[in-house]
């Protein structure tokens, strides 16, 4: 039962995380063509897959199991989500240009910036992604995400690893 669970939400955090780089792959090539897209080697980018762990949990563990009104659930998953995603992308920032001395995004030119790393824009954007996460995005992974093969995601693991390794050796 323990393995079925963590087996669910690493196949949740790959997934996610790929869904973060084809996202940051469109916005570098369609809309800022300067935007320097992750890390790592691979088409993935762990802070998505995070954050939206961290937005799954945040719904089932908090909002699913109490009666609350939806406008109500609505606007605390939103402002909940917006602030702590806007925290763990700017302790991102200052984790990156600690560890590998690069900056991979800079607010610093939009008008509401908190610093290089964040912004209340950008916190805004991942409240809407939050929702958007929850009620559009999750429902279709929960059709398919128990139907990954246990080899596919060993797979996977071990690329992601071997990636992890060779980014640090080498970024």
């Known amino acids: 039962m323990m393995g079925d669970i963590m087996l669910y939400y ?7 995380a790929f869904l973060g780089f084809l996202l940051e792959f469109f916005l570098k090539n369609f809309i800022f063509h300067s935007m320097n ?23 089932k563990l908090i909002f699913r199991s109490r009666e609350i009104p939806r406008f109500f659930k609505l606007f605390f998953t939103f402002l909940l ?21 690069k900056t991979f995004w800079d607010y610093s030119g939009m008008k509401f910036n908190i610093g290089k790393y964040a912004s209340l824009e ?40 071997v990636d992890f390794i060779l980014t640090f050796l080498f970024r």
């Open 10 to 16: 690493l196949n949740l955090f790959y997934i996610y």
């Open 37 to 59: 897209s992750g890390i790592m080697y691979g088409p993935y980018l762990p802070v998505y897959g995070f954050g939206a762990l961290f937005v799954i949990f945040v719904e």
């Open 81 to 101: 989500l917006a602030i702590f995603l806007s925290v763990l992308e700017y302790l991102g920032g200052i984790l990156i240009e600690a560890l590998f001395h």
């Open 122 to 161: 950008m916190a805004l954007v991942w409240g809407v992604g939050s929702l958007f996460i929850i009620y559009i995005i999750q429902p279709f992974v929960e059709k398919f995400i128990k139907k990954i093969p246990i080899l596919v995601t060993v797979f996977v693991s071990l690329v992601f690893v």
